[in-house]
């Protein structure tokens, strides 16, 4: 039988203030908001993985808060209201990585952000610029620009695409390192003093009296006041109730491309596609749209249905003509749900969940976290 040495169970077993499950960037900003406000809290984040492997390090690194055919989709879907309060949770969110880190730090870029609109021609240009004059003057309040968006098809030759009819610019988006940006977060919650554990799963809690014990896959159980779910896509094995599902994102990377023609992250199709470029490399994930139940799962392999579909829209769009080969695929697990709102809730007392960023967490974790770190401290 394995036994704790009293070191162990006094240091980095010992009761915690509160556990957070998931040390993905939810969980790291969620711990860094609470040692912000209360540094001589005591707060362990647990992760089953050895590295966070749900979507926090296995996205496309894109700083973007949505593009236009997407959030008009957004709108017509969930309404005005909640599509505009979503864009503003991004935008603030991005603003506080810039804030917080270096871009040498989080290999922030800065190059900007396009949609490739493809088949709309003639009187449908005309109601493209109308659409995006209409979403410009929304957004005003939350950017401060007067053209968050505008048409630049003049960079379509330039950048060398094909079947593409118009570029819609957005000076405001970036790219980063997403594997940087975690080790980062990693790195200033343990300078805090917050512990980090990983290979633990948490498989059961339950309260009793003012503590919440933590079953795990270990020979050991953990106590805390405040219990707080991080882990997304996977939070239904630990809150079966919630409303989130798992949505598998799969991603390519080039050979190195001579003379790559562009810098910048891309959307296609609301979002459904993205590409960006990685040094001379090119990026490009998504296509879930394809095949929406098959990529409803919790399988972190590849299908071979989304990654030909990834390589045609390369060969057909990206980059016509021009040879290359793959030399990365990997996928990674998103949370969604019926509406892109994150879930933010106290499920009873003491007991938190921070899930469903709709493939929107690198934007959205910073203010998350905020807020989360209000509700558990009441400040």
């Keep these: 039988m394995y036994q704790l040495s009293v070191w162990e169970k006094e240091s980095f077993l010992a009761h915690k203030d509160v556990i957070i499950a998931g040390s993905g960037f939810v969980g790291l900003w969620c711990a860094y908001y609470l040692k912000k406000k209360c540094p001589k809290m005591s707060i362990a984040i647990i992760d089953r993985g050895i590295i966070p492997t749900g979507a926090s390090t296995r996205n496309a690194g894109f700083a973007c808060f949505g593009s236009v055919t997407e959030l008009m989709a957004d709108s017509a879907k969930s309404g005005e209201e909640k ?170 990377v080039t050979s190195e491309i001579q003379g790559l023609p562009w810098k910048g992250t891309f959307h296609y199709d609301e979002g459904f596609y993205y590409f960006r470029n990685l040094g001379n490399r090119v990026l490009l994930g998504g296509a879930r749209n394809k095949a929406f139940d098959e990529e409803r799962t919790y399988d972190m392999s590849t299908s071979e249905k989304i990654q030909q579909e990834l390589e045609h829209f390369l060969h057909e769009k990206i980059l016509p003509g021009k040879p290359f080969s793959i030399e990365y695929r990997w996928s990674g697990i998103m949370g969604v749900g019926t509406e892109k709102m994150p879930i933010i809730k106290e499920i009873q007392e003491n007991i938190y969940c921070a899930v469903r960023m709709g493939g929107m967490g690198v934007a959205l974790a910073p203010v998350i976290g905020e807020d989360v770190a209000k509700k558990i401290t009441g400040r």
Excluded at 108 to 129: D, P, S, T, V
């Design 83 to 252: 599509m505009l309060q979503l864009v503003e949770m991004r935008y603030k969110g991005l603003k506080k990585i810039r804030k917080v880190f270096k871009s040498k730090e989080i290999g922030y870029e800065g190059h900007g952000g396009y949609e490739l609109i493809a088949g709309i021609q003639g009187h449908g240009a005309n109601a493209l610029r109308s659409q995006i004059d209409v979403l410009n003057h929304k957004l005003r309040k939350i950017t401060k620009k007067e053209k968050t968006f505008y048409l630049n098809d003049e960079k379509i030759s330039e950048f060398g695409f094909a079947h593409v009819h118009h570029l819609i610019e957005n000076r405001m988006e970036g790219q980063l390192h997403s594997g940087k940006l975690c080790q980062a977060l990693l790195h200033l919650a343990q300078s805090m003093g917050v512990t980090v554990l990983n290979a633990i799963e948490i498989k059961s809690f339950e309260k009793i009296n003012s503590r919440i014990i933590l079953q795990t896959n270990q020979a050991f159980s953990l106590s805390a006041g405040n219990f707080l779910i991080c882990t997304n896509a996977f939070a239904k094995q630990l809150l079966p109730q919630l409303e989130v599902e798992p949505a598998r994102g799969q991603v390519l």
